[in-house]
């Protein structure tokens, strides 16, 4: 390894065409760090074969670990036997891991980026083998860190809460939106919507199809409001099915209107954009966020929105946003026909929206972030001088 400083990066969530939450996270912080600091050499550890496209500036040097990390005992083995012997070999300055997964086995100095500990509030929303291994590690990992940064300062008091560490060494680093969710011309709109909607207003839900991300009340409570309104609005729901949608589909066969909800799947990010920015307002009700990345992205495309008013989603949507019970389905049915029959209320979140989006950007998100890795790397250098080293 050379004699510059080096930060290896735990970038196994950097896959082509699935950046979603996580790998969004550590594309967008990494691209800006990388290019911002071609002083420093970055060592990306992939578990699997990379695209070209995540290797950013001549700085960075791909480097793949067997195996591929996506079962608990993979996870174990990755992290604390190729990734472990690959930190104690070459003995990078910093490790990084953008997923809250540390390795316990090195004593390199380590930066994780824990975006939420939802399992700790919902553990039957994770199977078995993977709840085990988040309850053993993840303190651990906590504990172990240098530095935390994580997504909002709700999931910074819950992490302070759960696993007693210092609040003083856990930074608040928020997420951006993607540049291509900007607002819609009229003309994308009446095309986005012919394309998707038969041509008629939607609502849109972004997001995997999850237990925790509480699908199954938005189809109940999208039923009650086509009951309640007789219109002709449609519902987009636009993500992939990642664990556990049996009760999902039992809800849409049984539902009236189930000719009006639309299930989209995964969608470029470019058409994504498009499809978000033609809505007519946002649904995201999930149980438990850690930051919730589509209020975001709504209120970058002018779209208004409807969201939970628990954990951090208060925190990301402020008061452009109608807030609601996600447990009660009247409550976000109620909140849908509200955003129908009251256009003044509905220029009047975009409106708030425009000025809530401006706390939330890939470059701060970036600037803060390496500022949390500048620390580590100061505190080393002064161990290293105080070593005599």
Known sequence: MSKRKAIAVNTRFLIKNKLEGIGLFTYESLKRITKSHPEIDFYFLFDRKFDQEFIFSQNVHPVVLF????????????????????????KPDLFLSTDGYGCLNSNVSQVLVIHDIAFEHFPEHVSFLARKYYQYFMPRFAAKANRIATVSSFSKQDIVSHYHVSAEKIDVVYNGAKEVYKP??????????????????????VGSIHPRKNVKRLLLAFEQFKQATNSDFKLLIVGRKAWNFTDVNEAYSKMKFKEDVKFIG????????????????????????????????????????????????????????????PNSIEEISSAMKKMVEDSALRSSLIEKGKIQIKKFNWDLTAKILWSSCEGCLHQRSDKQILDGG
């Open 67 to 90: 195996p591929q990390a996506r079962h608990p005992f993979l996870w174990y083995w990755w992290f604390e036997i190729s990734v472990a012997r690959w930190l104690n070999k070459n």
């Open 184 to 205: 819609a011309t009229d003309a994308l709109k009446i095309s986005v919507k012919q394309k998707y909607a038969e041509g008629k207003n939607y609502f849109v839900y």
């Open 266 to 325: 995964h969608i470029p990010p470019n058409e994504l954009g498009e499809i978000v920015a033609s809505a007519f307002a946002m649904v995201y009700v999930s149980l438990f966020e850690g930051f919730g990345i589509p209020i975001v992205e709504a209120m970058s495309c002018e779209v208004p929105v409807i969201a939970s008013n628990i954990s951090s989603m208060p925190e990301a949507a402020g008061d452009a946003a109608l807030l609601v019970n």
